[in-house]
């Protein structure tokens, strides 16, 4: 069992819907992260967070230690929110676990 | 700072050439990483220097693999000999101090890397 599931795999969303992904991790984790990779490939990083939640722009990262939870969620979303969104959870050291990914498309 | 640069983008070889990516992090970080990604085993690291020390190489596949850091402005990851299996996307990242920082992480563009 991977360390760090994420769901859906795939989200298909029409524009301007509220979109919410979410990240599951087994292991106790220091920092969670959340990355976007466009259609292009490259990787931005979104958020890094311990504890409660963050916020920039559209998006919002919230993360729930006791649960081992975290979600990422969009609001209004437009088109060119579509990528694929990854969590990777850092215990402890600087090392980073990834989930697969979850593959958005946000439809006109 | 124009942000982590990668080179080349793009490298095609044949199996058992050599093969050499390369890494100049943004000035000022502190922390360098190789990572890798594949459609199976998603984005994966390889090893990671602080310092320019290599840390944790515990992810480096096998012995064709090696890294170096020799200045605080330059990485490259080898490998020789090159297999049809180490096809994939190598990136590099790098970040400022590091852990409870809150410092994010700043990937470079990723070599892609088809080894026929």
């Known amino acids: 069992k991977n360390e760090v599931e994420q769901s859906p795999q795939n989200l298909t969303a029409q524009e301007g819907e509220f979109i919410t992904i979410n990240c599951s991790y087994s292991?106790?984790?220091?920092?969670l992260h959340w990355l976007q990779q466009h259609p292009g490939g490259g990787i931005v990083s979104l958020f890094m967070?311990?504890?409660g939640k963050k916020k920039h722009g559209r998006l919002i990262a919230t993360i729930n230690i006791q649960e081992k939870h975290s979600s990422l969620h969009i609001t209004a979303s437009h088109p060119r929110d579509s990528a694929v969104y990854i969590c990777a959870v850092q215990g402890g050291s600087e090392k980073l676990v990834f989930g697969k990914g979850t593959k958005l498309t946000v439809n006109p | 700072d124009a942000g982590v640069i990668q080179s080349p983008r793009h490298e095609v070889t044949e199996m058992g050439q050599e093969v050499t990516l390369r890494c100049k992090p943004i000035s000022g970080h502190d922390y360098l990483f190789w990572y890798r990604q594949t459609m199976m085993r998603g984005l994966e690291l390889l090893i990671y220097f602080n310092n320019n020390v290599p840390i944790d190489d515990s992810g480096m596949p096998e012995d064709r693999f090696s890294a170096k850091m020799p200045n605080a402005s330059f990485s490259t990851l080898k490998i020789q000999p090159s297999e049809p299996r180490d096809s994939a996307v190598y990136f590099c990242a790098s970040t400022r101090h590091g852990q409870g920082t809150n410092e994010k992480l700043f990937f470079g563009s990723g070599t892609q890397l088809s080894v026929l």
């Open positions: 292991v106790g984790i220091s920092a």
């Open positions: 967070l311990s504890s």
